[in-house]
């Protein structure tokens, strides 16, 4: 009976790779089709000197666009940024310093791109960390939310009044798909009382979700528009900190988004058009995807409050 079942097992694992690269197409989600090219165009990019913000990076440069890679190393993001100008004839990529777990070091940026630019067109925050061991930034955020949101909120609320200035402008953030398993736990959003690095994703990418919609409602009439992105599930770096994981992202490799793949839609919300009708909504495979947020969500902003 054991010799059956690991025949049978075989024989099925022996299928489905034959069949991967039938199977990847078909998960491969949309294409960004739009021919929209970028020249005079100056685009903020978080965490492209790997990964989907690399070949969102790439691909816009491609287009003509003066191409800020906002990142913590300099050193991959400089060496990122000589591929992307080797590849694209542009030779306006530039790399700048930017850490979203420290508030100093996004003031900062913010300080000196204003400084360096009159102009913001698309802003794409792209930079995350994910499974975490239970960690708090330099403010004493938690990991999760301290970097993918709130680094995330603080450089967008900066970079705001230029985005208006340059408008039509777009700002695209980044979020997931397990948003869906998302609470934004007010008595505990530091995870001190209960922590699990899982769902402390989860909570991050909900709140992603929850500031696109609310940025939307407040920046009606000023021509910047916003999109919030599920990537798909993509072959990148994003995984390291899961031993778990990285094992499984190993096994099933040939089933996964490539970066490329996983930067598309992406792309479609910072370049397609006529979207503008759709701010504030959530897009995936590069079309508007249908949100069904938690009815306990609620973030606040200010004196405000939404809920979902």
């Not at 360096?116 to 330099?138: D, F, R, W």
Request: proline share 3%.
């Amino acid at each position: 009976m054991m010799l059956l079942i690991l025949g049978l097992l075989t024989s099925f694992l022996s299928f489905l790779y034959l069949t991967a690269p039938t199977i990847r197409k078909f998960f491969a989600g949309g294409v960004c089709r739009t021919n929209v090219q970028l020249p005079g165009k100056v685009v903020v990019i978080t965490g492209a000197n790997t990964g989907i913000g690399k070949e969102t990076a790439r691909e816009l440069a491609r287009r003509g666009a003066r191409v800020y890679i906002a990142c913590r190393d300099v050193l991959k993001g400089e060496s990122a940024a000589s591929e992307i100008r080797a590849d694209t004839k542009n030779s306006q990529v530039l790399v700048r310093k930017l850490d979203l777990s420290d508030t100093k070091s996004i003031r900062a940026f913010a300080e000196g791109f204003l400084a360096e630019e009159k102009q913001l067109h698309i802003l794409i925050n792209n930079a995350g960390v994910m499974m975490c061991p239970y960690s708090k930034t330099a403010d004493g955020f938690e990991t999760h939310l301290g970097v993918n949101h709130l680094g995330h909120f603080l450089l967008t609320h900066l970079l705001l009044e230029q985005l208006k200035k340059s408008a039509p402008a777009r700002v695209v953030n980044l979020s997931s798909v397990v948003h869906h398993a998302g609470k934004i736990r007010f008595h505990d959003l530091q995870g001190e009382k209960y922590y699990n690095r899982g769902f402390a994703y989860c909570h991050s990418k909900l709140a992603n979700v929850l500031f696109t919609r609310e940025l939307a409602k407040r920046l009606q009439g000023t021509g910047v528009t916003t999109y919030a992105v599920h990537p798909g599930v993509v072959r990148s770096e994003l995984v390291r900190h899961s031993f778990l994981l990285c094992l499984l992202w190993q096994l099933f490799s040939p089933f996964l988004k490539s970066a490329r793949e996983g930067a598309q839609t992406s792309l479609h919300c910072a370049l397609a058009e006529g979207l503008e009708p759709l701010s504030g909504k959530y897009f995936s495979c590069c079309r508007y995807s249908r949100m069904s947020l938690p009815l306990a969500s609620t973030l606040k902003f200010g004196d405000d409050q939404i809920q979902c």
